[in-house]
């Protein structure tokens, strides 16, 4: 049998391994607590969806809201229904209009989006909503969506950003935040190669309407010549059996 011995020193390396997991595993606990955003792109004038995240109450009651204000780059936004809750857009006038992709003028922006639960949320359970925006086409700009989940006893404001040079890990309760990325050539509804090289093709198309005449020119002229040669042989065919009838005559 073998026994193992414990020293002082020994037993306090334990306790404080333990101990340190144990802070590990609090803070990775708190870091999965916060309302999170995840962008399907951050490519710079790109079309996104962006998808919050809440995965508990407020000190362990459900939540009943969640208000998503929008940052003043995005002045338009499209949320997707979640059948679980109804959403409301908040309008507020700009001071200056500004115009928007399509060229149009906007005289308002959707300042804020609210989503309020039908059946409060439970604590411990997650739930998403969804925004469509066209983010702005400023690579290298973080994006804060501050947002303020309301529950059925009290509240809790995701709404703190990190200041120069300061650790966002640091912040007890940060707001949602992306960083605009290069652009890709994405474009309007995210248009790939196979789309710009079919408009490539119909742009030299209409700058040389003759090519489809030409090509259909050719296609006639091949439709004749393959319909004479058939014929030519249908003859040949008649006539070897003409031929062969005579001769069994004679």
Known sequence: MQIRRFTLSTLGATAALGTSLGIVALTAGAAGAHVTVTPDT???GAYAVLTFSVGH???????????????????????TI?????????????????TDAHGNEVTER???????????LPDGFRDTVALSVQLPDAMGDTLAFPVVQTCAKGETGW????????DPEELASPAPVLT?????????????????ASDEDTAAEDADP?????????????????????????????????????ARKD
Do not use: F
């Open 82 to 98: 979640n059948p679980g809750w109804t959403v409301e857009k908040v309008s507020e006038t700009l001071a200056e209009p500004v």
């Open 180 to 196: 605009i990325t290069e652009a890709t050539g994405e474009g309007h509804g995210g248009a790939g190669t196979d789309d710009a």
């Open 110 to 120: 959707t300042a804020q989006v609210v989503y309020t639960a039908k059946t409060p």
């Open 159 to 166: 709404t703190e950003t990190a200041a120069e040079g300061q």
């Open 210 to 246: 003759k090519a489809d005449a030409t090509s259909d020119d050719d296609g006639g002229g091949n439709g004749l010549a393959i319909g004479g040669l058939v014929a030519g042989v249908g003859g040949l065919a008649l006539g070897g059996l003409a031929l062969a009838r005579s």
């Open 42 to 44: 951050t490519s710079a």
């Open 57 to 79: 109450g407020c000190e362990g009651s459900p939540t009943t809201k969640l208000a998503i204000q929008m940052p003043e780059s995005i002045p338009e936004v499209t949320p």
